[in-house]
Nanobody, 123 residues
Framework: QIQLVESGGGLVQAGGSLRLSCVAS????????MGWFRQAPGKEREFVAA????????IYTDSAKGRFFISRDNAKNMVYLQMNSLKPEDTAVYYC????????????????WGKGTQVSVSS
């Protein structure tokens, strides 16, 4: 079992950048695939990006491709989401999630979740 804590959210102008971080407890972090999800006001939570346990593969939702980049540092138990060219529609609470095994886009397949960090993008 692992616990996840996100950080790095904040208020940024459109076109700006933020880097979200997620630190995981536990000694088996490298065996978990990690994902980032987000939930905008009045909307359902949606997939943003995922990375495999060894960082060999990544997956992005179409709206994130070319703007967001997921990475991880297994030595530090960290996963990151670099967000560039931010848009007002990126405003949401961003969640870090983990699952044992390969990365997935379906949030129901993630077993461990952080509490989220707020990202607000002004126009």
């Amino acid at each position: 079992q692992i616990q996840l804590v996100e950080s790095g959210g904040g208020l940024v102008q459109a076109g700006g950048s933020l880097r979200l971080s997620c630190v995981a407890s536990g000694r088996t972090f490298s065996t978990y695939a990690m994902g980032w999800f987000r939930q905008a006001p009045g909307k359902e939570r949606e997939f943003v990006a995922a990375i495999s346990d060894g960082a060999g593969s990544t997956i992005y939702t179409d709206s994130a491709k070319g703007r967001f980049f997921i990475s991880r540092d297994n030595a530090k138990n960290m996963v990151y989401l670099q967000m560039n060219s931010l848009k007002p529609e990126d405003t949401a609470v961003y969640y870090c999630a983990a699952r044992y095994g390969s990365s997935r886009i379906d949030q129901s397949e993630y077993f461990y979740w952080g509490k989220g960090t707020q990202v607000s993008v002004s126009s």
